[in-house]
């Protein structure tokens, strides 16, 4: 029949189970769920979703909690006897996404029982109270000889069977590190592994059992098993068991009158190490499996300290005890506007997630709307609202050859010379009388022109069309009014060869254009392909200098 005690246990298992199951996460753990975020983040957030920032502040996580139940064993003089169990309770909190730290309480009781006996236990007033110890013959180093009895006769001396049972409390602060949340190539993992270490006080009390019922000390059952009759451990320990009470009834050896202590309880600093593995049951519920080791400065952990020596010796140990726990237990989440324990995250979910929706977007098909008809996308045009039929440039703007305001699809004048502008509405010169132009006089300083129009160029062609040539006879006309000025070419290829060659080879076009077709003399035209990228390759300006 299941006791009380292990029925209880089974429910709040149960209880524990279904209110997790039920449980929801608060907040949705996004990156832009600002109910997860701390006032004191919030500044970096606020600066994340602005852009100027590029890593989200850190979300409040949940606190854990749990309980485990599991096998307690002592390390030391002493075989260990199982099983002995204990329990812990703790508090977990995540300070990034890889390190925790736990505070923990441990409660446990320990036994143990030697199936070998012992003779070496002179100093140890437990035992050698009750039992008759061998000691050394003065002055005679190899006779051991046993106690002796008040008419001063010398009696012989009793094997003891060392046993002892421990109460073992302690206090922890333990720091985790989590090995396998970090992951690549899947978002979250069922099984969290994690080890770490920490430091504590322990405080313990060991008893032994040295008297039987009666207040007898097991002399004689001791002795019996010296005999040939009893030669093997199992034979040893079953004598044992039957024929000792479950009583510990006396103080073991212990270190209360030099050390600090905790009521009637020896009181020491700890070491732990310990490594688990958490399995996931839910969002706020996991499964733990862990096995805790404790290190504690002190050989008294099982009552024994003495080592068996040939002749009686008493000789202290050179080792310090230690003691084990290996528990399962559960750990629930908890907490409100908050993700999940930052063990249980993987820190790579937001920057897989955001490669993911950069690469899935999907590209309008209508990649250049064009509201004017211009031939020039929207967003590049500078003159959204083009005239129809009017021919543009680049930049999508009305092209005007001869630069006297007028756009060449209403110009009945289309290369109106400089000095015969102003023009009328229809792009129409009025050119100055030559006696006008004679009176010009005391103009030693030559103004040169520089209003030349730009030639366009379509795909990698270089030869020049009839819109060029015409406003090169534009420019020809300016330089022929102008003796003293002249002119640069210049264009704007890419970085690549093919590209600055094909520039030379615009730029030359128009300069042989110019000094075969129009008149000009060579040295007043120079070219300019050096400016790479400082303007669209399909366009040459012309400069004055």
Not at 202 to 222: C, H, M, Q, R, V
Not at 258 to 274: A, E, F, I, M, Y
Not at 286 to 296: H, P, Q, S, Y
Request: aromatic share 8%.
């Amino acid at each position: 029949m299941v006791s009380k005690k292990y029925k209880f246990l089974l429910g709040v298992l149960f209880l524990f189970l279904s209110t997790g199951l039920s449980a929801q996460v608060g907040g949705a753990g996004s990156v832009y769920d600002s109910s997860v975020i701390s006032a004191k983040r919030m500044p970096q957030q606020n600066e994340f979703w602005n852009g100027s920032y590029n890593f989200p502040a850190k979300p409040r996580n949940m606190w854990e909690v749990g309980v485990s139940g599991g096998m307690f064993t002592v390390s030391g003089d002493v075989a260990a006897k199982l099983p002995t169990l204990g329990f812990s309770a703790h508090v977990r909190k995540a300070f990034g996404y890889v390190f925790s730290l736990r505070l923990q309480y441990l409660n446990a009781t320990g036994k143990g029982l030697n199936w070998l006996g012992s003779y070496n236990y002179g100093k140890n007033p437990a035992l050698s109270t009750k039992y008759n110890a061998p000691f050394r013959v003065p002055g005679n180093p190899d006779r051991t000889i046993g106690t002796l009895d008040p008419s001063g006769a010398q009696r012989g001396f009793d094997q003891v069977f060392y046993n002892y049972k421990i109460h073992m409390q302690d206090l922890g602060l333990q720091g985790i590190v989590t090995l396998n949340n970090i992951r690549f190539h899947k978002q979250k993992t069922a099984i969290v592994i994690y080890g770490g270490g920490g430091i504590g006080v322990s405080w313990f009390k060991t008893k032994i059992n040295a008297l039987d019922e009666n207040g007898n000390p097991y002399t004689a059952l001791y002795n019996s098993l010296a005999s040939p009759d009893y030669s093997n451990r199992k034979d040893i320990l079953k004598a044992l068991k039957n024929g000792m009470d479950k009583t510990y009834e006396t103080d073991a050896e212990n270190e209360l009158t030099r050390r600090p202590k905790l009521g009637d309880n020896t009181l020491k600093p700890s070491g732990t190490v310990l490594a688990g593995i958490a399995i996931r049951l839910s969002k706020r519920i996991n499964l733990a499996i862990e096995d805790r080791w404790t290190f504690v400065k002190t050989d008294l952990l099982d009552g024994q300290r003495w080592q068996e020596h040939a002749r009686g010796d008493a000789v202290l140990t050179s080792d310090f005890d230690s003691y084990n726990y290996a528990s399962i237990g559960l750990n629930v989440n908890l907490g409100g506007k908050s993700v999940e324990p930052l063990w249980w995250v993987n820190p790579l979910d937001y920057a897989y997630d955001e490669l993911r929706n950069h690469r899935n977007v999907k590209i309008p098909k209508n990649e250049c709307n064009d509201a004017d008809g211009d031939g020039v996308c929207d967003h590049l045009d500078r003159e959204p609202n083009t005239p129809a039929g009017c021919p543009v440039d680049t930049h999508g703007v009305t092209r005007d050859t001869d630069g006297d305001g007028i756009p060449d699809c209403k110009d009945k004048q289309l290369i109106t010379p400089t000095e015969c502008q102003p023009v009328n509405a229809d792009g129409v010169g009025k050119c100055p009388d030559p006696e006008c132009c004679n009176k010009i006089v005391n103009n030693p300083t030559p103004i040169c022109p520089c209003d030349y129009p730009s030639l366009i160029f379509k795909g990698n062609t270089s030869g020049l069309t009839n819109d060029n040539k015409a406003m090169l006879a534009t420019v020809a006309s300016k330089l022929k009014a102008n003796p003293n000025c002249s002119i640069t070419i210049s264009g704007y290829p890419e970085a690549s060869k093919a590209s600055q060659a094909n520039c030379q080879k615009r730029l030359d076009a128009v300069k042989i254009y110019l000094i075969e077709k129009e008149g000009i003399s060579a040295d007043r035209i120079m070219t300019n392909c050096n400016d790479i990228g400082g303007g669209d390759k399909n366009t040459v300006d012309i400069k004055c200098n």
